[in-house]
């Protein structure tokens, strides 16, 4: 493929911002399990481009997501990441007040001050919402089709249940990246480096043992070794049960990636799963939100052994780093350190594509990523 993303795709405002529209702010994101909503009034917010939303249970059990913003004067309705408002949502500024359906049920001083007003006109904005293996997505577009975006990875899904009794939910970790999104997703999806960038915490492995397959706007990446496909093999399923996890794995090797474009990767293995959500920040700036989840023999908060763990801030960031990334033995300061180093060298002016490799299991995917973002962020 030439059409190559340019340079400017990963450090200039102007493509920032056209990001945000075209591709964010018409994409599916992760928000939260359904777990997250046990409650009516339960809600989480997400950013999605420059569009704030939030997911929230209703009274009848339903899942409704909406923009989060009062239909008076703009006043955001729900703060924080997550939280119960309880059985109606109220503007803070004047106490225009919402059904958790998002109708506009109450507005004070209505005769006196609107009279005209017609309540049935300005209930909240929505946005969609979608639900994959308790996974939920929003998206800004009220009628964006969810299946059609998730049908691809039918039948090829992981066998994690979340709702298992044995599943615990860690402590989320928060990544400040200097990398535009973009380059943290190559990396992500890029078999090649794995041998070598991370020799002494995954150590491999090698470019032939990759095996990436498409799924539609998705990809799903596995090792091999021997020919043998290490994705969710059916002795781990058995072993695994309902959950798709156990304590020692009798498969070594065995790893995962899902790659939900644009923005989401899933990684399950036999002890866990997590799940990443890219949040643009800039133009080459970004922040990766985290969430995992753990078997009962694990710890569910790790963040005090996490290199750049800022405790003040609950932050990572390279700022806070007090050894080399590459002696710290983790293999996701390793990634963040050399996407911190590539967006460094698109910053410069000398520089210009290099060759990808031509092997599917080495660098393809970052050519399909590219040809899949290529229709959305087209200048």
């Not at 492995?205 to 799903?220: F, T, V, Y």
């Given at each position: ?34 777990h997250d ?8 917010t ?5 569009d ?28 924080g ?16 007040t ?61 066998p ?44 491999g ?21 021997d ?8 002795k ?79 932050i990572?960031?390279s ?19 050399i ?5 460094r ?6 520089y210009?594509?290099?060759p ?11 050519r ?5 973002l ?6």
């Open positions: 493929m030439s059409e190559r993303l340019p340079k400017e795709a990963y450090t200039t405002a102007a493509w920032f911002e056209t990001e945000s529209k075209t591709v964010f702010g018409q994409a599916w994101t992760f928000v939260g399990t359904t909503f046990a409650q009516a009034g339960d809600f989480r997400v950013m999605c481009g420059a704030r939303l939030f997911a929230v249970r209703d009274k009848e059990g339903r899942l409704n997501a909406f923009h989060n913003h009062c239909r008076h004067r703009g006043a955001e309705l729900v703060d990441e997550n939280g119960n408002c309880g059985g109606a949502l109220v503007c803070p500024y004047h106490r225009w919402y059904g958790l359906d998002g109708a506009l049920r109450g507005v004070p001083n209505k005769r006196e001050c609107f009279p005209d007003l017609d309540r049935t006109e300005l209930g909240l904005l929505p946005a969609a919402v979608g639900v994959f293996k308790d996974l939920v997505f929003v998206n800004p577009d009220a009628g964006a089709d969810f299946e059609t975006w998730i049908a691809p990875l039918m039948g090829k899904e992981w994690h249940d979340l709702s298992a009794s044995d599943i615990k939910d860690a402590v989320p970790l928060v990544y400040d990246m200097k990398c535009d999104w973009k380059v943290y997703v190559e990396n992500a999806i890029d078999g090649y480096h794995l041998a070598y960038l991370h020799e002494n915490t995954l150590g492995p090698l470019p032939g043992m990759n095996e990436w397959e498409r799924a539609g706007q998705h990809m799903i990446w596995s090792a091999t070794e020919g043998i496909r290490h994705r969710l093999p059916q781990i399923r058995d072993e695994a049960g309902s959950t798709g996890m156990i304590e020692s794995a009798s498969t070594p090797g065995y790893g995962g990636v899902y790659y939900l474009f644009p923005s989401t990767l899933v990684v399950p293995t036999p002890y866990g799963m997590s799940v990443s959500s890219l949040q643009p920040v800039s133009a080459g700036r970004c922040r990766m939100h985290v969430r995992q989840w753990v078997g009962p023999w694990q710890s569910t908060d790790e963040r005090a052994y996490i290199p750049g763990y800022d405790k003040a801030s609950g990572i960031s700022e806070h780093w007090t050894k080399p990334p590459l002696e710290t033995g983790d293999f996701q300061t390793e990634d963040v350190w996407c911190e180093k590539v967006q060298g698109l910053e410069s002016p000398a210009r594509h290099g990808l490799s031509q092997g599917a299991g080495a660098e393809d995917p970052i399909w990523f590219h040809e899949t290529a229709p959305s962020s087209h200048h």
